[in-house]
């Protein structure tokens, strides 16, 4: 059989391979031109954001003094929005903390304070203040070391120890001192004095000592009041505040005050003194003068000027200006002017005593007073009337003495200079602003020092020896 063989067609097989070659060729060239084409618009691109970006540099260059003004405008109204706010919080935290004091307790700044009529260890001191559902004095602002600086007259513990870790000095409350006022060289543990006491002279005066040495105390505390303020009256931080309507001489305006069962406004903290920008928009009258003692300011109710809000140059006391005034700038600060001056408002102060009433046997105004139905030492008397949740009478008014007129025994009041012969002061710790002494009195005839009424038509005032033995008055707020 024969065999046929087929010789391939050569020509056809070379020209298909010569063309697929042509096609790769053809594919990497214009792989090749789009390479470039897109190396040469990065290449553009890059070389106008080169141009931009220089061009920015110099902008910003130009603009950069104004752009950090504004930025520092900017950072200072947040910051004065910041303290803005921390205002308002504080008002709104305060306004719904009314707090008030016990009786015979000093008030500050919204806290209340009570100094020890003896001595005793730190550790006892501060079971006293415990006992009393306070704590040894925790001094946190320059403002609270000034007024403690005005209710001491020795050696006083306070609520500083380091006796956890030497060294480490803490308050009762478990924080940190953040102002100190230690005195030179101190503290210096001389022989494990863990404790610290203020002197009672002077700036600086903290002192180290051993726990276990006996000084006199304070007692701190805050307290909240769920009183309520009658109609018309505004309530802030446990006080009652209005505005009068008409105008009138400071001392119309303290009258008018007074027959409200208030007293012209002490302003005791830069929160109050905030407030009243809500209260008024006008000049008023607070309740600060210096008619005692050219230069002493002191508020009505006997206490020295610890904060003041005094506007540029004021005081100046322009003709025998006495009298204070709250003005209608923006800060709300304080001008001295003439008390007779009659075109002014004023503002008054209370603690908001919605049920106004006194315990069985108490008589009412505006306080609360029981006369003892016993005789005693002035000591003793204190003693009586403290058990009661009281103290001995302290008479701060011209209508207040008159009210004691219906009394016709002879009576122990809370007055003494027991502390400094001749330095007269009522058992709340003010001075004395008001006096009614009988005829050639005091006269201290051989260690007189505790003061009592006559059975007089005047109820006049008469210093006697503190063993005498008398009744006495008792009096409390409501």
Same mark, same amino acid.
């Given at each position: 059989? *024969?065999?046929?063989?087929?010789?391939?067609?050569?020509?056809?097989?070379?020209?298909?391979?010569?063309?697929?070659?042509? +096609?790769?060729?053809?594919?990497?060239?214009?792989?090749?031109?789009?390479?470039?084409?897109?190396?040469?618009?990065?290449?553009?691109?890059?070389?106008?954001?080169?141009?931009?970006?220089?061009?920015?540099?110099?902008?910003?260059?130009?603009?950069?003094?104004?752009?950090? $003004?504004?930025?520092? &405008?900017?950072? !200072?109204?947040?910051?004065?929005?910041?303290?803005?706010?921390?205002?308002?919080?504080?008002?709104?935290?305060?306004?719904?903390?009314?707090?008030?004091?016990?009786?015979?307790?000093?008030?500050?700044?919204?806290?209340?304070?009570?100094?020890?009529?003896?001595?005793?260890?730190?550790?006892?001191?501060?079971?006293?203040?415990?006992? !009393?559902?306070? %704590?040894?004095?925790?001094?946190?602002?320059?403002?609270?070391?000034?007024?403690?600086?005005?209710?001491?007259? !020795?050696?006083?513990?306070? #609520?500083?120890?380091? $006796?956890?870790?030497?060294?480490?000095?803490?308050?009762? %409350?478990?924080?940190?001192?953040?102002?100190?006022?230690?005195?030179?060289?101190?503290?210096?543990?001389?022989?494990?004095?863990?404790?610290?006491?203020?002197?009672?002279?002077?700036?600086?005066?903290?002192?180290?000592?051993?726990?276990?040495?006996?000084?006199?105390?304070?007692?701190?505390?805050?307290?909240?009041?769920?009183?309520?303020?009658?109609?018309?009256?505004?309530?802030?931080?446990?006080?009652?505040?209005?505005?009068?309507?008409? +105008?009138?001489?400071?001392?119309?305006?303290?009258?008018?005050?007074?027959?409200?069962?208030?007293?012209?406004?002490?302003?005791?903290?830069?929160?109050?003194?905030?407030?009243? +920008?809500?209260?008024?928009?006008?000049?008023?009258?607070?309740?600060?003068?210096? $008619?005692?003692?050219? #230069?002493?300011?002191?508020?009505?109710?006997?206490?020295?000027?610890?904060?003041?809000?005094?506007?540029?140059?004021?005081?100046?006391?322009?003709?025998?200006? %006495?009298?204070?005034?709250?003005?209608?700038?923006?800060?709300?600060?304080?001008?001295?002017?003439?008390?007779?001056?009659?075109?002014?408002?004023?503002?008054?102060?209370?603690?908001?005593?919605?049920?106004?009433?006194?315990?069985?046997?108490?008589?009412?105004?505006?306080?609360?007073?029981?006369?003892?139905?016993?005789?005693?030492?002035?000591?003793?008397?204190?003693?009586?009337?403290?058990?009661?949740?009281? %103290?001995?009478?302290?008479?701060? +008014?011209?209508? *207040?003495?008159?009210?004691? &007129?219906?009394?016709?025994?002879?009576?122990?009041?809370?007055?003494?200079?027991?502390?400094? !012969?001749?330095?007269?002061?009522?058992?709340?710790?003010?001075?004395?602003?008001?006096?009614?002494?009988?005829?050639?009195?005091?006269?201290? #005839?051989?260690?007189?020092?505790?003061?009592?009424?006559?059975?007089?038509?005047?109820?006049?005032?008469?210093?006697?020896?503190?063993?005498?033995?008398?009744?006495?008055?008792? *009096?409390?707020?409501?």
């Amino acid at each position: 059989m *024969e065999e046929i063989y087929l010789k391939p067609d050569n020509r056809t097989s070379s020209t298909n391979h010569r063309g697929r070659r042509s +096609s790769k060729r053809s594919f990497c060239l214009v792989g090749i031109l789009s390479l470039c084409l897109l190396g040469a618009f990065l290449l553009a691109r890059l070389i106008t954001f080169g141009i931009s970006y220089h061009n920015c540099l110099h902008d910003s260059a130009d603009h950069l003094p104004e752009i950090k $003004k504004q930025l520092s &405008s900017m950072t !200072e109204e947040r910051d004065l929005l910041t303290e803005k706010t921390k205002e308002l919080r504080t008002l709104l935290c305060l306004s719904n903390q009314y707090k008030t004091c016990p009786v015979g307790w000093s008030k500050f700044n919204h806290r209340c304070y009570l100094q020890s009529e003896r001595s005793d260890s730190w550790d006892a001191a501060r079971k006293n203040c415990t006992d !009393e559902e306070a %704590d040894l004095i925790v001094i946190d602002s320059p403002e609270e070391e000034t007024f403690l600086s005005t209710i001491i007259n !020795e050696e006083t513990w306070i #609520g500083l120890n380091d $006796k956890e870790q030497e060294g480490t000095w803490r308050w009762v %409350d478990g924080t940190p001192p953040t102002l100190m006022y230690w005195a030179s060289s101190q503290p210096d543990d001389g022989g494990v004095e863990d404790c610290a006491y203020v002197r009672n002279h002077g700036k600086n005066s903290w002192m180290d000592f051993r726990c276990s040495a006996s000084f006199h105390w304070i007692c701190e505390k805050t307290l909240n009041c769920k009183k309520t303020c009658s109609g018309g009256w505004s309530e802030f931080n446990c006080s009652c505040y209005i505005r009068s309507q008409s +105008s009138g001489s400071w001392d119309a305006a303290r009258k008018d005050c007074r027959d409200r069962g208030a007293d012209l406004v002490v302003v005791d903290s830069p929160e109050e003194q905030t407030f009243l +920008s809500t209260i008024t928009k006008k000049n008023a009258w607070i309740g600060l003068n210096d $008619k005692e003692q050219e #230069g002493t300011w002191k508020w009505v109710d006997g206490t020295p000027l610890t904060l003041a809000y005094w506007a540029t140059t004021q005081p100046d006391n322009g003709g025998k200006q %006495d009298c204070a005034y709250v003005t209608n700038n923006g800060r709300r600060s304080w001008g001295d002017s003439w008390c007779l001056t009659a075109n002014r408002q004023w503002i008054c102060e209370k603690t908001p005593n919605p049920n106004k009433t006194c315990p069985v046997g108490w008589s009412f105004n505006h306080s609360c007073y029981l006369l003892s139905e016993r005789s005693g030492s002035w000591d003793a008397a204190r003693m009586d009337c403290r058990n009661r949740g009281a %103290d001995l009478l302290v008479i701060n +008014s011209p209508e *207040e003495q008159n009210f004691l &007129s219906t009394i016709t025994t002879e009576v122990w009041i809370g007055l003494n200079d027991k502390e400094q !012969e001749g330095m007269w002061k009522w058992v709340d710790g003010t001075p004395l602003t008001l006096t009614n002494w009988g005829r050639d009195q005091p006269d201290n #005839g051989g260690e007189e020092d505790c003061v009592h009424l006559r059975g007089d038509k005047q109820k006049s005032w008469n210093d006697l020896w503190c063993s005498s033995s008398y009744q006495w008055i008792c *009096e409390k707020v409501p």
